[in-house]
């Protein structure tokens, strides 16, 4: 058995919507983040922050990358259960991937950071990045993101704006909407607005759909979504709804061992995780498509969430 570092770091590859088959990259501790955003699938911030630093060594992440490359990702894609922008070594980390491979390099961020010279710099070298909008002014975003007391809405944008000018690869940005709060018409006609101003390569409108960290955030619906995709405009595309792309492949069979395992116990995420020694983000996936195919549901036990396999499903 390989040693538990080893599967630290790196997770997947997993299907995504957009990057086909993504190797996930997780460069800070879990819920670290500038923000706290209410419809996190991972839940409640438990270390806001706004501090950059090596928050793991860069040889042992690049160590787990390298250990990885076999399973021939078509992305490498810093993201994971934070902030990655968080991560003071990037520029080397993203150098020396270039190093091993010339797979692509995405990195997924809320945005926060990119007002500072140094984050801004330390992603120019990679493939894509898509940074997050998902308000249209101070109020609605504190609401929403709920972001760390040194930031402010403006500046973040400006930060959204400058990497913008500086940075040569893929920029798409994300807009997550959410019923009753930012899904009206006004609301998107603003964001639209600043969006233009960006000039992002595309924007993808995406929705919380799978569970929240607070219940308030709730989905809009599919018709919604492509009725607010017109008012920004031809570069708007809907993502949510995402199905798995492409072949199956240890996806499955992953998803298969999920599904073994709560059918003989029912078990929190983290049970999920460290019982098949695979990071959170990757278990989320598996019970989330478990969930879609009814196979698995969940229930809240003493303020934890179980899953468990269905009735039809146990063994």
Sequence with gaps: ?????????????????????????DLVPFKTCSYDC???QLGRTTNKT???????????????????????????????????????????????IRDMTDTSIAIITNGSL??????RESLLGVDLVVPSLDAAGEETWRRVN???????????????????REFKGDYWLEVLLLEGITATDDEVRRIAEIAA???PDK??????????????????????????????????????????????????????????????????LKDVAAGLGVHHN????????????GTVESRLRDGKTYYEATEGDRE
């Design 38 to 40: 209410i419809y996190c």
């Design 203 to 268: 924007i993808h409108l995406n929705t919380s759909m799978r569970p929240p960290a607070e219940s308030f955030a709730r989905p809009v619906s599919r018709a919604d979504m492509e009725r607010f995709a017109g008012i920004i405009g031809e570069k708007a595309v809907v993502v949510a709804d995402f199905e798995a792309q492409g072949p199956e492949g240890d996806f499955s069979a992953r998803k298969a061992d999920v599904l073994a395992l709560l059918q003989r116990r029912p078990c929190t």
């Design 197 to 199: 101003r960006i000039n």
């Design 114 to 119: 990119l007002w500072k010279e140094s984050v």
């Design 50 to 96: 706004v501090e950059c630093r090596e928050w793991f060594p860069l040889d042992d992440v690049l160590r787990d990358v390298a250990a990885h490359l076999d399973s021939k990702p078509d992305f490498i894609t810093l993201s994971g259960s934070g902030e990655p922008t968080l991560y003071s070594r990037i520029r080397q980390l993203v150098s020396r």
């Design 146 to 164: 709920r972001p760390h007391n040194a930031l402010s809405f403006d500046t973040m944008v400006e930060g959204l704006e400058g990497l913008r």
């Design 1 to 25: 058995m390989s040693d538990a570092k080893h599967t630290s770091y790196v997770y997947g590859p997993v299907p995504s919507r957009r990057l086909g088959r993504s190797l996930g990259v």
């Design 282 to 293: 990757e278990a989320i996936k598996y019970l989330d498509e478990l969930s879609r195919e």
